[in-house]
């Protein structure tokens, strides 16, 4: 037995609460479906952004 009464907005509010949560989560799974499908693409590739060891004043040079 709960020690008070449940009064009636936070049952008004645990709809609410729970319809966001299935948004959220709906949002979720859309972003990781879409990072999915863009990394197994083909033509993906990562950035070189590593493999230059020069400076970028040095770049801008050649």
């Known amino acids: 037995m709960a020690l008070r009464k449940e009064h009636e907005i936070h049952k008004r509010r645990s ?4 319809g966001v949560g299935i948004l959220l989560a709906a949002f979720v799974v859309l972003v990781m479906a879409l990072t999915l ?26």
């Open 37 to 62: 499908v863009k990394v197994t693409a083909p033509g993906f590739q990562l950035p070189d952004s590593q493999s230059s060891s020069q400076s970028p004043a040095e770049l801008e040079q050649n």
């Open 15 to 18: 709809g609410r609460n729970l």
